[in-house]
């Protein structure tokens, strides 16, 4: 297995080393006893966002069709697992089903999902569909296949802002900044371009390293910036739009295999639903997030007037060029044609 072993505390080590042993025992089990079948979904963000609730969708749509037999129990805020170690909880067993963002997947060595954090690249959610519901998305997912993974499908979050304790609308005001980013080269690669520092976080640390001054600022939609608290922690919010965060659920072929055809059949009947449901909320809840935002008066927001924009877009360009090699330029190219098509 060729994923990353990045640091967990013990707690969490011993949960792996417990489902290590019990892997085999318990894709067996599953396969003789789907009733009472458990499915434990594991996701980092709070359960008011739009990735909280989409799931939250799907395990009442699972629980309502079996009538209880086959329970989804969904551990939000990085309850069970965190960043650094759910992928390889999923690869153990230790967890059946993830929702990480798309920034997430390089970590376990596929980096041609980076291609999703190119900044500037999508101009809207719809251009993003384009690319997610189309050949391109499914052989994308098809991809997590050489990791023993099934991709089950996507859903958005939205466009990221960015945040620090002063405004930033130019790319000179990143300079000498200690921005959090996730574990995505990409992003790493934008922060640099805008003269700040890139310091990679788990989704979970990440406020609380706001608070303590470990890091300055960050990215990320709204629904997140608020469910998270950060506003109480940082002064300004620069609605930049510069990039997309979206997600992709996923489950261990070897968890997968073992449900009989008709339960993984409902269950990706329920997923489908759940996951446009959270397509149609993902808007309403940034929307939300804003009015709540503006309403705690926390937090200065500043619209980018579109010269500013511009020169954004302008300084982040070369990180296009810079990691076409790394993502796989046969990827950017075929986005940019799928974008380009009327
Ligand atoms: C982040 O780490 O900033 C996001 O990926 C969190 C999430 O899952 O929305």
Redesign the pocket.
């Known amino acids: 297995m060729s994923t990353p072993v990045l640091p967990a505390c013990a707690h969490r080590r011993h949960w792996l080393r417990a489902a290590a042993a019990s892997v085999l025992a318990a894709s067996h089990a599953i396969a003789e006893s789907t009733p009472g079948l458990t499915i434990r979904f594991s996701?980092?963000?709070a359960e008011e966002t739009p990735?909280g609730l989409a799931l939250q969708r799907f395990k009442n749509l699972v629980e309502q069709r079996t009538h209880g037999r086959i329970r989804v129990q969904v551990y939000p805020d990085g309850q069970l697992y965190g960043?650094q170690d759910e992928m390889q909880a999923l690869q153990l067993g230790a967890v059946d089903m993830l929702a990480?963002?798309l920034?997430?997947f390089a970590r376990i060595g596929l980096p041609e999902f980076e291609l999703f954090d190119l900044p500037f690249l999508f101009d809207a959610v719809a251009d993003v569909r384009r690319i997610t519901q189309g050949p391109l998305g499914q052989r994308l997912l098809d991809r997590l296949g050489r990791q023993g993974l099934v991709g089950l499908g996507y859903f958005d979050?939205g466009f990221k802002q960015m945040s620090a304790n002063r405004p930033l609308l130019e790319p000179g005001d990143f300079v000498g900044l200690r921005m959090r980013v996730?574990a995505s080269r990409v992003i790493a690669e934008q922060m640099r371009a805008l003269g700040a520092q890139p310091v990679t976080l788990g989704?979970s640390e990440t406020r609380r390293a706001l608070a303590a001054g470990v890091v300055d600022g960050t990215e990320?939609p709204i629904s997140?910036f608020w469910t998270q608290r950060m506003h109480e922690v940082q002064s300004d919010l620069s609605l930049t739009q510069h990039g997309y965060?979206g997600?992709a659920v996923v489950v261990h072929q070897r968890f997968w295999r073992g449900i009989p055809t008709p339960d993984r059949d409902l269950l990706g009947q329920a997923l489908r639903e759940a996951l446009a449901y959270g397509n149609t909320i993902a808007d309403t809840q940034n929307d939300k997030a804003m009015a709540a935002l503006r309403a705690a008066g926390t937090t200065r927001i500043h619209q980018p007037s579109a010269s500013q924009r511009e020169r954004l877009r302008k300084a982040v360009q070369p990180v296009h060029q810079g990691l076409a090699r790394r993502i796989g330029s046969q990827w950017i190219d075929a986005v940019r044609y799928a974008l380009a098509k009327p």
Request: charged share 20%.
């Open positions: 996701h980092v963000v990735k960043d990480p963002s920034s997430k979050n996730q989704f990320n997140n965060l997600y």
